[in-house]
């Protein structure tokens, strides 16, 4: 089977959609799968062993346009089923106008009437984290299509893979901007594109830097899209030591190559924080406005850090009052946790000690 997998809009929820692709995968071994998606998912695609295929697009301003261009190159391809991860409209009417024959999605937007197999969006959806949102798609593919139900019981797995190649070529620049690979470097992703009362304060961001540099004697590297360059300019001014900026300097596959061998990210509620530990980078994030219990970063090594304030979460953009979910996180708690995820203890040290301490006691 052609099988032809919508992708979503925003880092954040390309990486809360891995789990659903990998089952994908398992469930259809022997299908082609091809992720259609925009052109910034490359560089977080490029790489991964969960499908075949990766057809980007760049969005026009006119989503007329969008629809024709797409549907126009996808209609001879001889595709067989389609998914839709995002909500979008444009995304339905396009692969119907692709003639793809069984089309599946959520019901959102009246835009059932396009779909072969509109699914309800479940009860839950605020409640759950976004990945089984994505993940209950899928198991809503495999019981209408093989008539059986083994996704809704998955572990998800947001892992993506990076070559080796992509890596070396991160520390080659990193060696070229004058970064010590000798010590440990901490990423600081200190914007939001689409959010000013997700950013926790510039002069905040520049004081942890300083103390990173300053007491843990490590590299600090700025990360970004070029939406965020003007804060990482504003953080880099406001730092009395030299930060190493690459905001806005890189394409989303060179930053999640810089993910993928610094030791540490730090920053706000952004498509980043959900890549580095996807990547395998241990990862903080700052939460403020936004609700951890459905969009954190989803995996082991990542943590957050949020003040319980009364306004929070409110989802707003621009903070209407003092901006309290976000002053109330201290430079001192971040840098600590930071100094925590940087210097834990081997495992192996840990029973090494023990086994000093306890071997003599027991003989």
Not at 309 to 326: A, F, K, N, Q
Request: aromatic share 8%.
């Amino acid at each position: 089977m052609k099988i032809l997998v919508r992708g979503t809009n925003w880092i954040g929820d390309a990486v809360m959609s891995v789990p659903a692709l990998r089952e994908l995968r398992r469930i259809f071994p022997d299908s082609h799968i091809t992720l259609h998606t925009r052109s910034w998912a490359d560089g977080l695609f490029r790489d991964a062993d969960f499908i075949d295929e990766l057809v980007t697009f760049d969005k026009h301003r006119w989503a007329i346009k969008d629809v024709y261009d797409n549907s126009q190159f996808l209609k001879d391809d001889g595709f067989e089923l389609a998914i839709l991860l995002p909500n979008s409209f444009e995304a339905a009417i396009t692969s119907f106008l692709s003639r793809i024959p069984r089309r599946i999605g959520y019901n959102k937007d009246v835009r059932g009437l396009l779909l072969t197999d509109p699914v309800a969006v479940p009860e839950w959806k605020n409640r759950r984290h976004e990945v089984f949102y994505y993940l209950n798609l899928i198991g809503e593919v495999e019981r209408r299509v093989l008539g059986r139900e083994t996704v809704f019981n998955a572990l998800p797995n947001t892992a993506i893979n990076i070559s080796e190649d992509r890596k070396n070529a991160a520390r080659t620049m990193f060696a070229s901007a004058g970064v010590d690979l000798a010590n440990k470097t901490v990423a600081l992703g200190v914007g939001s594109t689409n959010s000013r009362a997700k950013r926790w304060p510039a002069e905040r961001y520049a004081q942890l830097a300083d103390k990173l540099i300053t007491e843990l004697k490590v590299n600090v590297i700025l990360v970004g899209s070029p939406d965020e360059a003007d804060i990482a300019a504003e953080v880099t001014d406001l730092s009395s030591q030299h930060l190493i900026n690459i905001s806005g300097k890189t394409g989303l596959g060179e930053a999640v190559a810089v993910l993928g061998v610094v030791d540490l990210l730090i920053s706000n509620d952004m498509g980043l924080a959900h890549v580095a530990p996807a990547v395998g980078t241990d990862t903080i994030t700052i939460f403020g406005p936004t609700n951890p219990e459905t969009t954190r970063p989803f995996a082991q090594n990542a943590e957050i850090i949020r003040k319980a304030v009364e306004c929070s979460p409110c989802m707003l953009r621009d903070c209407p009052i003092d901006h309290r979910c976000m002053t109330q996180i201290s430079v001192e708690e971040v840098f600590e946790a930071a100094k925590n995820r940087l210097f834990a203890p081997d495992i192996d040290d840990v029973y090494d000690d023990i086994e000093d301490e306890v071997l003599p006691v027991i003989g």
